[in-house]
């Protein structure tokens, strides 16, 4: 079992920034591929970021705003929002995978329980 826990959500204004924090506990934190999603209300989750031992990949729609990044020794990976928008508002999830699936909600075994990402005009 892992446990994944978030923080480092809030209310922020457009054109801001906010880095949020997944803390792991539990098996081994780097036999997992560990992503970011993020599910608005009436929307279905959508893959946001994703970094494996090295290497990251993005949804077009955070892509050179959005920056994943992990600490293998901390057990901690991060998601550095910036210039963030309106569109960006929604409950934003960490998930650990091992499996060969990335972007896919069902390629995940463990979930957070989610923290707010409000972004006002």
């Known amino acids: 079992q892992v446990q994944l826990v978030e923080s480092g959500g809030g209310l922020v204004q457009a054109g801001g920034s906010l880095r949020l924090s997944c803390v792991a506990s539990g098996r081994t934190f780097t036999n997992y591929r560990m992503a970011w999603f993020r599910q608005a209300p009436g929307k279905e989750r959508e893959f946001v970021a994703v970094?494996?031992?090295?290497?990251?990949n993005y949804a077009g729609s955070v892509k050179g705003r959005f920056t994943i990044s992990r600490d293998n020794a901390k057990n901690t990976v991060y998601l550095q929002m910036n210039s963030l928008k309106p569109g960006d508002t929604a409950v934003y999830y960490c998930?650990?995978?091992?499996?060969?699936?990335?972007?896919?909600?069902?390629?995940?075994?463990?979930w957070g329980q989610g923290t707010q990402v409000t972004v006002s005009s």
């Open positions: 970094i494996t031992w090295s290497n990251t």
């Open positions: 998930a650990a995978g091992s499996g060969g699936g990335v972007y896919r909600p069902l390629e995940y075994d463990y």
